[in-house]
């Protein structure tokens, strides 16, 4: 034990010595990257000084989101965009086919297994994944136990403002799933989950409620570098994991989440207070989810939801009778059913299919159509438009 203290003692002088100053300086100078204009848009701004071409990648509508920077004075290259509309913005810079993170932006996102730097226009919709002077909620990681997954599994649960100071209020709970590649971090950190629930509730057009975010890959346990596997977990969409999202073990698992947080939260443990929503893959989840559950859930919500039916495995007990299931969900009382999408998303026509079998069962339901394509800017709208309707 002596000899490994003194190892560990000389291995940290040896490091300081070689490196006092390690991870402090990492701005370039006086270079502002990206800088916000009096008209909206944004100049990027980047030194590199071998480099032979220079872009900037976004996920922004104008010029298809790409930008050719030219290079200036001191070998640094520069690009503005054109003005943008209010948002939460993604991006990457791209050296001689290398991309990469805006070197003087120290903010940044992941999304499946890629990091982007990131910028909020504000003046509209972005002004609510921002923190603002008003009462916060909690956001915690929480373990549960999974008997039909044989394994405890992880779920981000946000509790609204005063829940650890009233001891005695009960609150309505959402259920929020994430799309193929996320994970139960997804809508915090890309959907900004928290302080839309923070601003909404403050301003009254959200009541307080607990949302719940769950992991929605089957086969694993939590997010890359929160399970056993450590850092030998990497991201990939959930199709390209081992098990399918389409097998219906994550549908049939559910309704422990459900349990789970009844029996540990102060919930209001029926269908009247209770909402499901989802993106993409989890769309397809909270489809099945609700039809296969009736008597759960009251407000339903699928965000440009993975409604391509031709890879389902219609013979599977989840999967069956959706058509008869449906009606039953009808007839047992569904207060909302909302569905959204992107004129320009590759699930558009799925979702229209989808609605015209609505029609043909007489199923009502609520249909708001966006611009975009799939994309975290359309699932963080839809949220501004949905979570109001919740519980009134």
Excluded at 142 to 167: A, F, I, N
Excluded at 331 to 350: E, H, P, S, T, V
Aim: charged share 20%; aromatic share 12%; glycine share 8%.
């Amino acid at each position: 034990m002596k000899q490994l203290t003194l190892f560990l003692c000389l291995t940290m002088i040896l490091a300081c010595m070689a490196n006092a100053q390690q991870n402090i300086s990492f701005r370039e100078g006086k270079i502002i990257s990206p800088q916000i204009n009096a008209d909206n848009s944004v100049t990027f701004r980047v030194r590199a000084p071998l480099a032979k071409s220079v872009t900037v990648r976004g996920d922004w509508d104008a010029d298809g989101g790409r930008g050719e920077m030219k290079q200036g004075a001191d070998s640094v290259w520069t690009y503005t965009t054109p003005a943008l509309t209010s948002e939460m913005y993604t991006y990457r810079i791209v050296i001689d086919g290398v991309a990469g993170l805006d070197p003087t932006n120290p903010f940044v996102r992941r999304d499946v297994g890629s990091q982007f730097s990131i910028f909020f226009i504000n003046g509209g919709a972005a002004d609510y994944y921002q923190v603002h002077d008003v009462p916060h909620g909690t956001l915690s990681a929480v373990w549960y136990p999974s008997e039909t997954m044989g394994t405890p599994r992880r779920m981000s649960v946000y509790t609204p403002p005063l829940y650890e100071q009233d001891k005695e209020k009960r609150y309505p709970v959402l259920y929020l799933l994430h799309g193929s590649g996320g994970d139960e971090n997804a809508w915090v950190e890309l959907g900004c989950i928290a302080r839309i629930m923070d601003n909404l509730i403050a301003e009254k057009k959200a009541e307080p409620m607990i949302v719940v975010m769950p992991n929605g890959n089957s086969s694993k346990q939590a997010a890359p570098g929160e399970t056993s596997e450590n850092l030998a977990y990497r991201p990939a969409p959930t199709n390209l994991l081992p098990g399918s999202y389409k097998d219906g073990r994550y549908e049939t698992a559910f309704p422990e989440i459900v349990r789970f947080t009844d029996s540990n939260y102060r919930t209001v443990p029926d269908k009247a207070h209770r909402a499901l929503a989802g993106l993409s893959m989890g769309g397809f989840h909270t489809l099945y989810i609700a039809a296969n559950h009736p008597d759960s859930f009251n407000y339903i919500g699928l965000f440009s939801a993975g409604l391509d039916m031709s890879s389902v495995n219609q013979s599977l007990p989840t999967y069956q009778n959706l058509d008869g299931k449906l009606k039953a969900l009808q007839k047992d009382g569904c207060k909302l059913f909302w569905m959204g999408i992107g004129c320009g998303d590759f699930l558009y026509q799925a979702n229209q299919d989808f609605r015209k079998r609505l029609d043909g069962i007489g199923f009502k339901y609520e249909y708001h159509e966006s611009g975009g394509e799939h994309q975290w800017a359309n699932w963080r709208q839809y949220m501004l438009l949905f979570v109001p309707r919740l519980f009134k």
